[in-house]
């Protein structure tokens, strides 16, 4: 059964790791490239809602709440400290938390794919797309909260 995988999984893996592995080093980035970044995993969760489970009510809804509830409560906690400000750009410290959060959206995604390929039943269940697409809106609303608290910081120190 796992002879079947693709090699472009696997690409894909690569590409995210690369990319965590950047984001895991200080650097001095503009506000709109952290929102760039955010709004790339929004869109890449919410496909990965859609094309798992359709225009499915319950998927969609389950998303938006885990996307909210990362936003409204874990803000704090995802948001990236000691920030500080060059110029019109601000230096984030390096984190392996996106690196986390990429994997998490990746693996979720390999796995609904490998369930769908696999032809089985599960994927289906009520419980399995709510908890699925929640845990799609938790992971990318965490890079939603980073880029709001760049933001915040941006304009917070922009007025001073």
Not at 52 to 60: R, T, V
Not at 75 to 97: D, I, K, M, Q, Y
Request: no cysteine; proline share 4%.
């Amino acid at each position: 059964m796992t002879a079947s995988i693709p090699a472009w999984p696997f690409a894909i893996l690569f590409a995210l790791v690369s990319l965590g592995y950047r984001l895991s080093r200080t650097r001095v980035v503009r506000p709109r490239t952290v929102a760039t970044v955010a709004i790339a995993m929004l869109v890449f969760s919410l496909y990965g809602v859609a094309a798992s489970f359709g225009a499915n009510a319950l998927a969609l809804i389950a998303w938006a709440a885990g996307l909210a509830i990362s936003i409204l409560l874990g803000g704090a906690a995802f948001a990236p400290g000691g920030l500080t400000r060059e110029g019109s750009s601000v230096r984030v410290p390096g984190s392996w938390l996106p690196l986390f959060l990429l994997l998490g959206i990746f693996a979720g995604k390999f796995a609904l794919g490998f369930t769908h390929g696999a032809g089985l039943h599960v994927v289906h269940e009520p419980w399995l797309v709510a908890g699925a697409s929640a845990v799609f809106g938790l992971l990318s609303g965490a890079f939603a909260a980073r880029a709001m608290a760049v933001h915040r910081f941006a304009n917070a120190a922009g007025d001073a």
